[in-house]
């Protein structure tokens, strides 16, 4: 759909641009929520393995 979108010739090139603009931002701000998602996810789960002993907790430097 992207490329599709970028290379119809039916829009003009402001267009083109700035739907392309927006496909590029929400690309990039998705991918952000699903990297925040993702460290949520590994902290919760180093907290409990963390608590249930299986590694021990960091000490402080």
Known sequence: ???AM????????KSRE???QLH????QVLN????DKQYR??????KDLEASGQ???KTGR
């Open 32 to 35: 952000q929520v699903l990297k």
């Open 24 to 27: 590029t931002n929400t690309s």
């Open 55 to 57: 590694i021990p907790r």
């Open 41 to 46: 996810e590994w902290e919760r789960r180093l």
């Open 1 to 3: 759909m992207s490329r």
């Open 6 to 13: 970028m290379t119809n010739l039916k829009f003009d090139p």
């Open 18 to 20: 700035r739907w392309t």
